[in-house]
């Protein structure tokens, strides 16, 4: 083999592994964990806009995301990612898999409420609605969260 051919046989295998790579997909654990401090950064952002008094209108995306997030969360503790990285995913999300979906329900619901409000300019119904949020995180990091 001459040099120009090794170099294209040791580039061909390194694109075969990092293909490979590629198939195993992005990690479970850290998509979610991701997932969660973007919607700790979208909830800072709309309690920072109601400080300011701002334009509640404009958090309808950022609710929407919310939202969003709030639907997909029981898929994103899929068997299997029980435990690995530093998950501080708790046992119960499989065990009571039934009231970790309720949890994640429950901020669905406390965001809704928040997007009524915006979506209907009443700023002072969505500064109310901060706490409903707020309580659902809590409620199911209490249950469901390894400190
Ligand atoms: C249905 C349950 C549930 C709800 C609701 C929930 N969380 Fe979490 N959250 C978790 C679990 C479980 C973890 C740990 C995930 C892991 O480490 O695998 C977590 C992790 C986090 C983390 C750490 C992310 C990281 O960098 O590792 C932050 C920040 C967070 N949540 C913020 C929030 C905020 C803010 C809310 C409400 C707007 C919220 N969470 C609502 C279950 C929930």
Redesign the pocket.
Known sequence: MNMTMKMTVAAAMLLATTGLARADGPSP?EM???G??L??GD?AGIRAVIAAKGDVKTLENPLKA?QRW?TL?PSM?PKGTETGG?????PE?WSDSAG?AK??A??GDATGVMMAAAKAGDADAVAAAVKG??D??G???KA??AK
């Open positions: 654990i979610r964990q991701v969660m401090a919607m700790s909830f919310m709030a969360m503790f530093n998950t501080k995913a708790m999300i970790f949890a994640s429950a901020l949020i707020g659902a995180c409620a199911c990091h469901y969260r």
